[in-house]
């Protein structure tokens, strides 16, 4: 018989104990605030005005909001994550730290339409089939910028799905773990109407770094529209 639960079934964040685990004690403001969120902040706050609107896609539980909210940035946060679980997480604890349960929603992007002034997304490129269309998806919804942190170097395209050894006992799945030609997927945002720079990843320092057992290279993107600022 065939049901309608795929998404949940295959969906790699639905099956990790140990994630939760570690989300949970993010938002509670009992673990290390992650550096690339340091950087994404810090690069977020040099193009928003306050007041504005940042959309999270692929938050989690969406404890970027703290690295937002440390920083005194006058901001309207909304997060968006496709896996129920973390989103029903990140609602049943960061309210106690000011941010609404409705801020956070259970979506994924392809359902997802509207705008706001910035756009932030944070890990999420690498681990899907390609970017091309997530990408055109938010950078339409971005009024000012769009802010990435992916896996890119200079050289072709590498993608590779692989299993993912890393999840709950008894689960067996797989996982994309791609990295993108940063000049390709620079182009890409530029023909739509943004100025582009990459910005090196502080946490790493531009060299790989060993995820799940295959190199990652992290790289900032910071693409920002005509009237916008460029953060440098």
């Known amino acids: 018989m065939i049901r309608a639960d795929g998404w949940g079934t295959y969906c790699i964040w639905e099956h990790s104990a140990v994630v939760k685990d570690l989300y949970s004690r993010r938002c509670l403001l009992q673990s290390e605030e992650m550096t690339c969120h340091k950087q994404a902040a810090s690069l977020l706050a040099r193009v928003a ?78 681990n899907i089939d390609n970017y091309h269309r997530p990408l055109e998806r938010m950078l339409g919804m971005a009024r000012r910028s769009v802010i990435l942190r992916e896996s890119a170097w200079d050289r072709p395209a590498r993608y590779e799905y692989v299993r993912d050894a890393y999840l709950d006992p008894g689960v067996d799945l797989s996982v994309h773990v791609n990295t993108y030609n940063a000049p390709e997927l620079m182009e890409f945002m530029r023909v739509r109407g943004f100025h582009v720079c990459q910005v090196v990843d502080v946490r790493t320092g531009g060299e790989p770094e060993d995820v799940i057992g295959y190199p990652h290279h992290w790289t900032f993107f910071v693409a920002t529209r005509d009237d916008t600022e460029e953060a440098a």
């Open 49 to 126: 005005r306050p007041g504005e609107s940042v959309l999270d896609v692929g938050c989690g539980a969406g404890y970027f909001y703290h690295s937002i909210a440390r920083r005194g940035l006058d901001l309207r946060y909304t997060g968006i994550d496709a896996a129920p679980s973390l989103v029903r997480l990140g609602q049943s604890i960061l309210p106690g730290y000011g941010l609404p349960t409705h801020a956070l929603q259970c979506l994924r992007l392809e359902d997802a339409c509207g705008e706001v002034d910035h756009v932030v997304c944070l890990n999420v490129l690498t």
